[in-house]
């Protein structure tokens, strides 16, 4: 059964996210007002403190459903999957992700942003990049975990949380410079050797990196 009422709230609350998204990602949290949004959406302010107590709830609120679509690509739904995971799903879901942000510059700026502003120390956003890094750990440690096990790390002297703070890294390497420095197909060819090498050390042996079909998905997942 459908709730019109409930329907209209829920598409409000999207075009007020929407015009926030697109504000926050080309002017960072402190260049973009209230007013600004609430022009861009068509919307009352009264609308906006309706569906949100205040702009820093609405930036977090922002940036946690990017998080989430990010997510949604790397990570099957539930973290489960029928087989465990193994190199060629590592490489095609980084490669999903790659195409993904490629194509979405907004997507870009929004983690741009952030982590500039952060650095300059801004008022509990390097608190909110600790909170969705967790975010990110927890939800991706079982996949990690099947792939690489804990006692083959700790006898390699690196724990689970540093090889995915490692992972991390490259792929906000790839956040910051994609389209600048290197092409999507470099960011591919990268991720690839990342994985290769790292599956190789974690068994002992060197491991030559490998071409795999290119995954055909290369779009954020809706809500």
Known sequence: ???????????????????????????????????????KAGVSKGAIYWHFPGKWELYKAVLSEEVDRIKRVFI????????????????????????????????????????????????????????????????????????FPEEVLRQRGISMERLMDMFQSVLNGF?????????????KQDWRFLVSCVLGHLEGGARIPRAIPEASETSFPNA
């Open 175 to 187: 956040i910051m410079n994609l389209g600048l420095t290197i092409t999507r197909e470099d960011a």
């Open 76 to 147: 099957p739904p539930g973290g489960e999957l029928s087989v465990p995971p193994g190199e060629d799903f590592f490489i095609s879901r980084g490669n999903l992700l790659i195409d993904a942000l490629a194509e979405d510059l907004e997507c870009r700026l929004l983690f741009v942003h952030l982590c500039l502003e952060a650095m300059r120390g801004g008022s509990g956003m390097a608190e909110f990049v600790s909170s969705l890094r967790t975010s990110i750990l927890q939800d991706a440690a079982p996949l990690f975990g099947s792939l």
């Open 1 to 39: 059964m459908s709730f019109p009422i409930a329907d209209e709230d829920r598409d409000l609350r999207k075009t007020i996210m929407a015009a926030a998204r697109e504000g926050f990602a080309r002017r960072g949290f402190f260049g973009t007002s209230l007013d600004s949004i609430v022009k």
